[in-house]
């Protein structure tokens, strides 16, 4: 039963440039959301996707865009890219139904790094 | 709104003693709680969750917390680890009434367990 996986693992951009990251949910679940995780930080929600639609947005700026395709799996984009961009970004799927109780099943995320 | 206090950012202790990592959560709704473990270069492992019921969870790898609502606090202890255990720990809380599980992190503690 395979995991959450994402591509690439890691990832070298330079300021402006624009990047996708992209996710597989674990089999079965259909649910797949986003965190941004600062070196020594917590992560941090960037936004959620069910049914090929955004649900919920973090507070994070527009620069940030997303995907869910019909497979489920789904792709973080971000335009523009500022230094303060670099981070590991992680991908958590789950299932929709009891959304609030379902434990959330991250990937080893994609480290990205902005010179 | 959410947010998690994690107290302690480092917390080094000698293989076979116990441990206790401490976090406080706010919150205007009533949450569910968590605890994840990060080992190093990989993603959020779920160690264990309280959704309602008994206090006291277990989970995996000999951990256990509890869950105090007049404190507002959720510590994970155990009560003798192994150097394997070293690994940064996040708590973190979800609204119960939430349509999206989305997930409020604490800042995370570093265990070092120290042979």
């Known amino acids: 039963d395979a995991g959450v996986t994402q591509s690439p693992t890691h990832l070298i951009k330079t300021r402006g440039q624009q990047v996708t990251l992209r996710c597989s949910p674990k089999?079965?679940?259909?649910?797949v959301s986003w965190y941004q995780q600062a070196l020594g930080q917590g992560p941090q929600f960037i936004f959620q996707y069910y049914e090929e639609e955004e649900r919920q947005r973090g507070n994070f700026p527009d620069r940030f865009s997303g995907h869910q395709f019909p497979n489920y799996s789904s792709e973080l984009n971000v335009n523009a890219l500022l230094l303060g961009d670099s981070a590991l970004y992680l991908c958590?799927?789950?299932?929709?139904?009891?959304?609030?109780?379902?434990?959330?099943?991250f990937g080893d995320g994609t480290r990205l790094s902005i010179l | 709104a959410q947010s998690v206090t994690q107290l302690d950012s480092q917390v080094p202790v000698f293989e076979e003693a116990p441990v206790e990592l401490r976090c406080n959560y706010s919150s205007s709704v009533s949450v569910y709680l968590f605890w994840y473990v990060q080992y190093p270069n990989q993603g959020l492992q779920l160690l264990l969750k309280y959704l309602s019921g008994s206090t006291l969870v277990k989970g995996i790898n000999g951990f256990e917390a509890e869950f105090n609502k007049s404190q507002t606090s959720f510590h994970l202890r155990k009560p003798s680890v192994h150097i394997s255990d070293t690994a940064e720990y996040f708590c973190?809380?979800?609204?119960?009434?939430?349509?999206?599980?989305?997930?409020?992190f604490g800042q995370g503690t570093t265990l070092q367990v120290k042979p």
């Open positions: 089999s079965g679940h259909d649910t």
């Open positions: 958590a799927s789950s299932l929709r139904t009891g959304m609030a109780n379902q434990p959330q099943h």
């Open positions: 973190a809380v979800s609204g119960l009434s939430s349509n999206t599980g989305k997930l409020i």
